[in-house]
């Protein structure tokens, strides 16, 4: 079957290099990086962006991943992940994290936009908003003259990267239930809005948004360890056949949150998704459109 992976990060040199910036302005940039990948064995990325996206391809054909969404993580790799996409070719397909509190949000997203990114990602949970904020009412409006997607990350976050340079945790859960973007969702009919990780935590709300708002898509993507902190005792196979009953199969993307080297492409996620949908009893069909189908039709591929 054909794969595309709709949730990724390209992790660039210029993303290393901002959070180390966001932790001390005056570090050595070298020198905590190279403690870094000496603590953890995670590989930093070549600064020359040619090299970084020829890797990521080279992942992409060893496991036969025809495309993928992927992520500038942070503003300042934007223009990186501008370049990458531009240079391999159309499979790779970008979506950039926009702070929608800043001034100059909008225009970012506009200037975005003219780089080929084709979907924005918003944290309320990291950036301290709910999503029906009035003040991101110009934002939608751009996304939806672009015709971009928008990821809106709600529940548990964790953002190991961070963690493992000492950066403080600034996530608040107040702003983390997928129900705040019923209105939003019923204002921009034609906006497709993701939900990654079914929720990550907000499984009963994530549906119940899914059953009201048609436009509302989830992603399949990470390990989904949020699964530890149900009441319930659910297995991965029970998710994937409740989000199809609510959702059906044409609003599931498929992800796997690949990001760092040496461990590249996550196919041991794919792989254990690809057990669960088989537990779950989906057809080849709807496999089909989770896999590939959805996220192509999304973004007009």
């Given at each position: 079957m054909e794969i595309f992976d709709s949730h990724t990060h390209f992790f660039s040199y210029a993303f290393f290099k901002a959070l180390v910036a966001q932790k001390d302005p005056r570090a050595e940039v070298a020198s905590v990086l190279g403690g870094l990948a000496q603590k953890?064995?995670?590989?930093?990325?070549?600064?020359?962006?040619?090299?970084h996206t020829k890797k990521w391809l080279a992942e992409m054909d060893q496991h036969q991943i025809k495309n993928m969404v992927t992520f500038a993580s942070l503003p300042q790799e934007m223009e990186t992940v501008a370049e990458a996409v531009q240079s391999a070719g159309g499979r790779l397909v970008g979506f950039t994290l926009v702070n929608p509190l800043?001034?100059?949000?909008?225009?970012?997203?506009?200037?975005a936009a003219g780089q080929g990114f084709r979907g924005i990602l918003l944290?309320?949970?990291m950036h301290g908003y709910h999503i029906y904020d009035e003040r991101l009412?110009?934002?939608f409006r751009v996304v939806q003259e672009e015709q971009m997607a928008v990821l809106v990350h709600f529940g548990l976050l964790q953002v190991k990267l961070r963690d493992l340079l000492g950066l403080p945790r600034p996530y608040d859960l107040r702003y983390g239930n997928p129900l705040d973007l019923q209105s939003v969702a019923n204002r921009f009919p034609k906006v497709n809005l993701i939900i990654p990780h079914f929720g990550c935590g907000f499984f009963r709300e994530t549906l119940m948004l899914g059953s009201q708002c048609e436009n509302v898509v989830v992603d399949t993507s990470s390990s989904n360890n949020w699964l530890e902190t149900q009441p319930e005792r659910l297995t991965l196979a029970d998710i994937f056949l409740r989000v199809l009953n609510v959702f059906g199969a044409q609003r599931i993307l498929f992800g796997t949150?690949?990001?760092?080297?040496?461990?590249?492409?996550?196919?041991?996620?794919?792989e254990e998704q690809q057990r669960a949908m088989r537990e779950a009893g989906l057809s080849e069909e709807?496999?089909?459109?989770?896999?590939?189908?959805?996220?192509k039709r999304i973004l007009k591929i």
């Open positions: 953890t064995g995670i590989e930093i990325p070549d600064q020359d962006i040619k090299l800043l001034p100059e949000a909008k225009n970012f997203v506009k200037y944290f309320p949970v009412e110009p934002i949150d690949s990001g760092t080297f040496p461990r590249g492409w996550r196919k041991d996620i794919f709807d496999q089909r459109f989770i896999l590939a189908g959805n996220i």
